[in-house]
């Protein structure tokens, strides 16, 4: 299946995040439609964007979830524009045809500082290591490689005004691949280093990273061996900036992070401590001051001088002698001169900066030792990375930026001649007629720079050169004098009017490819020399520091030939790249900052442009343009937009080449908008493909509702014989899951009834196996409605019959439960019932088998008070406030009928029984109309009949009595006459009486006779002989 690409599905959304292709851009001569599309895609967090084969990328100064090992994993081994522009795209492109053809192919990063160039090669190693095998050789290589960027980072990076930790060299480095496409090694190449930051830095600068690492993150004990103290602001070559620390990162952190790094590659103790010493020396040299006297130079401080020596372990009487004298040999005979103030602070930076640059190389060439691969004599195919500076334009504008332009140029120049190289072969390959393209060629302008003889770097060398008393100045009328003429060269004194008002006469301008600059040339002659006194290298050469001695060697002291200069050797080593690039397959990574205050979601058009301007992405594009803007191969566009042509829709019978022509023409197409290759259409104008796509979103509805018809007909009908066959199987299976089921509990019932029927013969035999299940069935039900005839009181004496085999049981369970009943009505009595329960069992002693209305009067429980709530009320108001004595307690209080002794005349009182005397109250006023306390009592006599009547003997002597009291309790005889016997605590004083009549004790001292008799109703009336009469009804 042909894969689809990206691109064309991405064309729907421009209008919101761009193209991501400025090859599709309609008007791509226009910069601001070029800046509009970069500023939409930046507003999306889309900072990747290609020209052809060309990655522009915007720094979007914050941290973005797109380098993910899943997102390497994402772009790997997919085609160029299959996914969105990412920086692993053209990495992935890169490393396969590197891989699958042994073609070399080189990564060209470029961009001014702070547009994230450095973070371009780094994730491009990142995928590279992530992409090649895995063996721990190959895992020691990919740690070598990705570690040599916190090292080269420290030594030469810096904090400047554009970029925290801004590339102060090029850098361009080889990695070595062997044929699976496994790192085996690596080379770096480093460029113009700007050893002007080591003694001089812009404010709000930084030095190079490395010293404010080592003060801040060495420990101690280094930091006195090195003779440094833990303050940057302490060190002339550090404080100029005023700026020591940058936000967000740790530079104590960042050495520990570089001197593990330097385990990896193989360093040793010894090895680190000397390189440590130098980056101190250096420091220690921007402390050395000097005054002068009768115009010599004289060195302030002494101390840091003998401090350099230590540390170098060189002679401090040669270094002192060095930094304030210089050697002159003429015609054979050396002759040492004082140098001024001037010229030793000069002779001192020149050391400082030599010092470290030539530490740096040596750095470089030590990690170029490590990363060599050795033991590999296989074939070896290159992936070069070249992470370079690109064009500069300041205010004031040196030598450097000189430098850096041209090295630029050069680039332009190779870019532009292998675009163009690339566009005609592939034009020849698909047998497609070339077309010139017009463009400019910036030759004209790399000639005037680097011409032999005639161009400004030759010119320059001759100035250096020269005897006599050549300067900048000279060298300004040299240039005027040779070049002046040239169409891209201007000065004050060649310009016209309106330009000598611009351009100051120590200046000149170039019209480099990317715009014009002015170069101001102060310090072109001195920077170009790079002069070096030879005292201070012989005092270096005499260094006990191995570094040191190696890279200030005995051949160069002793050679008499003068070393070239800075530009030569900056030309010289340009060559040697371009050959290197022309070599390789490039591919390119344009960097771009969006704004110069390194916040994120601003994009700063002023800035933009300026940047796409000398990055020359316009000149990019329109190169890239002049031809098709868009070609793709046959079997890709006839698979997308077939459905755009009846004929071609849904398959096409014949070649691809074929259905793209029908579909072609069945478009409309005129044959100046596209051309037929042998493998691919190519399509000159963006519109067009923008006009097909549109057409082609447009015909994805109808498409969409074909399909999602005929899928959910097929869907359906999928559905719907799924389910006829499921409901069959079903069916079947429940249906004999039934018949099985069924089958059971025939089986089971047939066993059931076969065993009760056998349980029912044998049951009354001792149980086995055949009568056990039925016995246990029977034992089973019996129980059940034993629980639901269980008794429910202790005096339920019934209990429901068992069967024969539950006998035993069931006289268990009647006593268990009878137990129960006891226990739970006992529980259940409360201190007061219990207390009234204990006078009816003293009413048992005092009345079973004696009285015959006992029985009748067991079912009652006795009471404390009968009263009726008026009485009671009244009781309480008059009685107990009034005539109870104080020790006495209310015990016992119910209604009662008096007989007088004499007369028996019936009368209505109160019996009130306290704990120490019997009262009787007048119902009316409860006034005590009796009290007769228990000790008086000698008797209580009652009939044994139904009868109510109580008789209380009293001592004839107890005259205020007036006699024995009769007293009819109203039915509560049996409770009244225990209560009395109970607190007059003597059982004997009971007498119940059979005999028929009872005398009594009158008040005048007669006895009186009451006769007991039974009849139909109770009643007590007074007979005329004077005999009180008692009837009660028999039982």
């Given at each position: 299946?042909?894969?689809?690409t990206?691109?064309?599905?991405?064309?729907?959304?421009?209008?919101r995040?761009?193209?991501?292709?400025?090859?599709?851009?309609e008007?791509?001569?226009?910069?601001?439609?070029?800046m509009?599309?970069?500023?939409?895609?930046?507003?999306?967090?889309?900072?990747?964007?290609?020209i052809?084969?060309?990655l522009?990328?915007?720094?979007?100064?914050?941290?973005?979830?797109?380098y993910?090992?899943?997102?390497?994993?994402t772009?790997?081994?997919?085609n160029?524009?299959?996914?969105?522009?990412?920086?692993?795209?053209?990495?992935d492109?890169?490393?396969?045809?590197?891989?699958?053809?042994?073609?070399?192919?080189?990564?060209?990063?470029?961009?001014?500082?702070g547009?994230?160039?450095t973070?371009?090669?780094?994730k491009?190693?990142?995928?590279?290591?992530?992409?090649?095998h895995?063996?721990?050789?190959?895992?020691?290589?990919?740690?070598?490689?990705?570690?040599?960027?916190?090292?080269?980072?420290?030594?030469?990076?810096?904090?400047?005004?554009?970029?925290?930790?801004?590339?102060?060299?090029?850098?361009?480095?080889?990695i070595?691949?062997?044929?699976?496409?496994?790192?085996?090694?690596?080379?770096?190449?480093?460029?113009?280093?700007?050893?002007?930051?080591?003694?001089?830095q812009?404010?709000?600068?930084?030095?190079?990273?490395?010293?404010?690492?080592?003060?801040?993150?060495?420990?101690?004990?280094?930091l006195?061996?090195?003779?440094?103290?833990?303050?940057?602001?302490s060190?002339?070559?550090?404080?100029?900036?005023?700026?020591?620390?940058?936000i967000?990162?740790?530079?104590?952190k960042?050495?520990?992070?570089?001197?593990?790094?330097f385990?990896a590659?193989?360093?040793?103790?010894?090895?680190?401590?000397?390189?440590l010493?130098?980056?101190?020396?250096?420091?220690?040299l921007?402390?050395?001051?000097?005054?002068?006297?009768?115009?010599?130079?004289v060195?302030?401080?002494?101390?840091t001088?003998?401090?350099?020596?230590?540390?170098l372990?060189?002679?401090?009487?040669?270094?002192?002698e060095?930094?304030?004298?210089?050697?002159i040999?003429?015609?054979?005979?050396s002759?040492?001169?004082?140098?001024?103030?001037?010229?030793?602070?000069?002779?001192?930076?020149a050391l400082?900066?030599?010092?470290?640059?030539?530490?740096?190389?040596?750095?470089?060439?030590?990690?170029?030792e490590?990363?060599?691969?050795?033991?590999?004599?296989?074939?070896?195919?290159?992936?070069?990375?070249l992470?370079?500076?690109?064009?500069?334009?300041?205010?004031?504008n040196?030598?450097?930026?000189?430098?850096i332009?041209?090295?630029?140029?050069?680039?332009?120049?190779?870019?532009?001649?292998?675009?163009l190289?690339?566009?005609?072969?592939?034009?020849?390959?698909?047998?497609?007629?070339?077309?010139?393209?017009?463009?400019?060629?910036?030759?004209?302008?790399?000639d005037?720079i680097?011409?032999?003889h005639?161009?400004?770097i030759?010119?320059?060398?001759?100035?250096?050169?020269?005897?006599?008393?050549?300067?900048?100045?000279?060298?300004?009328?040299?240039?005027?004098?040779?070049?002046?003429?040239?169409?891209?060269?201007?000065?004050?004194?060649?310009?016209?009017?309106k330009?000598?008002?611009?351009?100051?006469?120590?200046?000149f301008?170039?019209?480099?490819?990317a715009?014009?600059?002015?170069?101001?040339?102060?310090?072109?002659?001195?920077?170009?020399?790079?002069?070096?006194?030879?005292?201070?290298?012989?005092?270096?050469?005499?260094?006990?520091?191995?570094?040191?001695?190696?890279?200030?060697?005995?051949?160069?002291?002793?050679?008499?030939?003068?070393?070239?200069?800075?530009?030569?050797?900056?030309?010289?080593?340009?060559?040697?790249?371009?050959?290197?690039?022309?070599?390789?397959?490039?591919?390119?990574?344009?960097?771009?900052?969006?704004?110069?205050?390194k916040?994120?979601n601003?994009?700063?058009?002023?800035?933009?442009r300026?940047q796409?301007?000398?990055l020359?992405?316009?000149?990019?594009?329109?190169?890239?343009?002049?031809?098709?803007?868009?070609?793709?191969?046959?079997?890709?566009?006839?698979?997308?937009y077939?459905s755009?042509?009846?004929?071609?829709?849904?398959?096409?019978?014949?070649?691809?080449?074929?259905?793209?022509?029908?579909?072609v023409?069945?478009?409309?197409?005129?044959?100046?908008?596209?051309?037929?290759?042998?493998?691919?259409l190519?399509?000159?104008?963006?519109?067009?493909l923008?006009?097909?796509?549109?057409?082609?979103?447009?015909?994805?509805?109808?498409?969409?509702?074909?399909?999602?018809?005929?899928?959910k007909?097929?869907?359906q009908?999928?559905?719907?014989?799924?389910?006829?066959q499921?409901v069959?199987?079903i069916?079947?299976?429940?249906?004999?899951?039934?018949?099985?089921?069924?089958?059971?509990?025939?089986?089971?019932?047939?066993?059931?009834?076969?065993t009760?029927i056998k349980?029912?013969?044998?049951?009354?035999?001792?149980?086995?196996d055949?009568?056990?299940?039925?016995?246990?069935?029977?034992?089973a039900?019996?129980?059940?409605?034993?629980s639901?005839?269980?008794?429910?009181?202790?005096l339920?004496?019934?209990?429901?019959?068992?069967?024969?085999?539950?006998?035993?049981t069931?006289?268990?369970l009647?006593?268990?439960?009878?137990?129960?009943?006891?226990?739970?009505?006992i529980?259940?009595?409360?201190?007061?019932?219990?207390?009234?329960?204990?006078e009816?069992?003293?009413?048992?002693?005092?009345?079973?088998?004696?009285?015959?209305?006992?029985?009748?009067?067991?079912?009652?429980?006795?009471?404390?008070?009968?009263?009726?709530?008026?009485?009671?009320?009244?009781?309480?108001?008059?009685?107990?406030?009034?005539?109870?004595?104080?020790?006495?307690?209310?015990?016992?209080c119910?209604?009662?009928?008096?007989?007088?002794?004499?007369?028996?005349?019936?009368r209505?009182?109160?019996?009130?029984?306290t704990?120490s005397?019997i009262?009787?109250?007048?119902?009316?006023?409860?006034?005590?109309?009796?009290?007769?306390?228990?000790?008086?009592?000698?008797?209580?006599?009652?009939?044994?009949?139904m009868?109510?009547?109580?008789?209380?003997?009293?001592?004839?002597?107890l005259?205020?009595?007036?006699?024995?009291?009769?007293l009819?309790c109203?039915q509560?005889?049996?409770?009244?006459v225990?209560?009395?016997i109970?607190?007059?605590?003597?059982?004997?004083k009971?007498?119940?009486?059979?005999?028929?009549?009872?005398?009594?004790?009158?008040?005048?001292?007669k006895?009186?006779?009451?006769?007991?008799?039974?009849?139909?109703?109770?009643?007590?009336?007074?007979?005329?002989?004077g005999?009180?009469?008692?009837?009660s009804?028999?039982?």
């Amino acid at each position: 299946m042909v894969l689809l690409t990206r691109m064309e599905s991405e064309l729907h959304a421009r209008d919101r995040v761009g193209v991501e292709d400025f090859v599709l851009l309609e008007d791509y001569t226009d910069p601001n439609a070029f800046m509009d599309n970069l500023k939409k895609r930046s507003k999306e967090n889309l900072i990747y964007t290609f020209i052809g084969q060309v990655l522009v990328s915007v720094n979007p100064y914050k941290n973005l979830d797109i380098y993910s090992n899943d997102m390497i994993e994402t772009y790997r081994n997919v085609n160029l524009y299959e996914l969105p522009p990412h920086i692993f795209a053209i990495s992935d492109v890169s490393y396969r045809l590197m891989r699958e053809e042994c073609r070399d192919q080189c990564i060209l990063i470029s961009g001014e500082s702070g547009s994230g160039k450095t973070e371009a090669s780094k994730k491009i190693l990142q995928f590279l290591a992530a992409a090649s095998h895995h063996n721990p050789t190959v895992e020691s290589v990919k740690d070598r490689l990705l570690l040599s960027n916190p090292v080269l980072e420290a030594f030469g990076n810096a904090k400047t005004n554009r970029n925290d930790n801004s590339s102060r060299f090029g850098k361009y480095m080889d990695i070595e691949f062997d044929y699976l496409g496994t790192p085996l090694g690596g080379h770096i190449n480093n460029y113009l280093l700007e050893k002007s930051r080591v003694i001089h830095q812009n404010k709000g600068e930084r030095n190079f990273h490395i010293f404010y690492q080592l003060i801040n993150g060495a420990d101690d004990e280094t930091l006195g061996q090195l003779f440094l103290r833990r303050d940057p602001q302490s060190y002339y070559y550090l404080n100029q900036g005023d700026s020591d620390d940058i936000i967000g990162t740790d530079d104590a952190k960042q050495y520990s992070i570089v001197t593990n790094a330097f385990k990896a590659f193989d360093f040793k103790d010894n090895d680190e401590m000397n390189l440590l010493s130098i980056v101190a020396s250096v420091l220690h040299l921007g402390n050395t001051g000097f005054y002068e006297e009768n115009g010599e130079a004289v060195i302030a401080q002494l101390k840091t001088v003998s401090h350099i020596c230590k540390l170098l372990k060189c002679k401090e009487d040669l270094l002192q002698e060095a930094l304030t004298n210089r050697t002159i040999e003429a015609r054979g005979e050396s002759v040492s001169t004082p140098l001024t103030r001037d010229q030793a602070i000069y002779a001192r930076d020149a050391l400082a900066k030599a010092v470290y640059e030539r530490l740096f190389t040596w750095l470089v060439n030590k990690l170029n030792e490590s990363l060599e691969s050795k033991g590999h004599r296989s074939r070896k195919t290159l992936m070069g990375l070249l992470d370079i500076y690109g064009f500069e334009i300041f205010t004031k504008n040196s030598f450097e930026q000189f430098c850096i332009n041209y090295c630029n140029e050069k680039l332009q120049q190779l870019f532009i001649e292998l675009t163009l190289k690339s566009e005609q072969e592939e034009y020849r390959r698909e047998e497609i007629e070339w077309e010139p393209i017009e463009y400019f060629n910036n030759r004209i302008i790399c000639d005037l720079i680097e011409e032999r003889h005639k161009g400004i770097i030759a010119l320059l060398d001759e100035e250096c050169l020269r005897p006599g008393d050549a300067s900048d100045d000279t060298f300004l009328e040299k240039l005027e004098l040779n070049v002046g003429t040239h169409p891209h060269f201007c000065s004050h004194n060649t310009g016209d009017n309106k330009t000598k008002k611009i351009i100051e006469r120590n200046q000149f301008r170039l019209s480099h490819y990317a715009g014009e600059v002015v170069y101001n040339i102060s310090g072109f002659l001195d920077k170009n020399n790079d002069l070096l006194y030879r005292d201070l290298k012989r005092a270096m050469n005499s260094s006990g520091n191995p570094i040191i001695q190696k890279v200030f060697t005995q051949n160069e002291i002793n050679s008499k030939k003068r070393p070239l200069t800075a530009g030569t050797q900056f030309k010289n080593s340009l060559s040697k790249l371009m050959d290197a690039l022309l070599s390789k397959e490039p591919w390119y990574v344009r960097c771009i900052k969006p704004n110069d205050n390194k916040m994120p979601n601003q994009f700063d058009e002023q800035v933009v442009r300026h940047q796409v301007k000398y990055l020359g992405l316009i000149e990019n594009l329109r190169v890239r343009r002049a031809g098709f803007a868009y070609r793709r191969t046959y079997d890709a566009f006839l698979h997308r937009y077939k459905s755009l042509c009846p004929q071609t829709w849904p398959h096409f019978n014949g070649t691809a080449k074929d259905g793209v022509r029908v579909l072609v023409n069945y478009l409309g197409y005129d044959l100046d908008q596209y051309r037929m290759g042998k493998t691919k259409l190519f399509i000159r104008f963006p519109r067009t493909l923008f006009d097909i796509e549109d057409a082609f979103q447009q015909k994805k509805h109808e498409l969409v509702a074909i399909i999602q018809a005929r899928v959910k007909g097929r869907q359906q009908r999928k559905r719907y014989l799924e389910m006829r066959q499921a409901v069959t199987v079903i069916a079947s299976y429940w249906r004999r899951f039934l018949a099985i089921k069924l089958l059971a509990r025939r089986r089971l019932a047939a066993h059931i009834i076969r065993t009760f029927i056998k349980g029912f013969i044998t049951r009354n035999e001792p149980e086995n196996d055949c009568n056990r299940a039925f016995v246990k069935n029977v034992r089973a039900e019996w129980l059940k409605r034993l629980s639901k005839q269980l008794p429910k009181s202790v005096l339920d004496k019934s209990w429901s019959n068992a069967p024969k085999c539950c006998l035993e049981t069931s006289e268990l369970l009647r006593k268990l439960h009878q137990r129960w009943l006891v226990r739970k009505y006992i529980k259940s009595i409360s201190p007061e019932r219990k207390r009234l329960m204990d006078e009816k069992v003293v009413a048992e002693e005092l009345f079973r088998g004696k009285k015959i209305s006992y029985p009748s009067s067991i079912r009652y429980m006795f009471k404390e008070n009968r009263l009726s709530s008026e009485l009671e009320t009244l009781r309480r108001s008059i009685f107990e406030t009034k005539h109870i004595r104080s020790d006495e307690k209310t015990i016992y209080c119910t209604q009662v009928v008096k007989f007088d002794r004499h007369g028996y005349k019936q009368r209505p009182r109160i019996l009130l029984l306290t704990n120490s005397a019997i009262y009787l109250l007048n119902e009316k006023d409860m006034k005590p109309k009796h009290r007769l306390p228990y000790k008086s009592i000698t008797e209580i006599v009652v009939s044994d009949l139904m009868d109510d009547l109580m008789i209380i003997k009293i001592p004839a002597e107890l005259k205020q009595d007036k006699g024995d009291l009769i007293l009819d309790c109203k039915q509560h005889i049996i409770e009244v006459v225990t209560k009395i016997i109970i607190m007059n605590k003597d059982n004997s004083k009971l007498n119940v009486v059979n005999t028929g009549s009872i005398t009594h004790l009158s008040s005048d001292g007669k006895v009186g006779q009451i006769s007991f008799s039974k009849g139909i109703e109770n009643g007590i009336i007074k007979r005329k002989d004077g005999v009180l009469q008692v009837t009660s009804k028999s039982p």
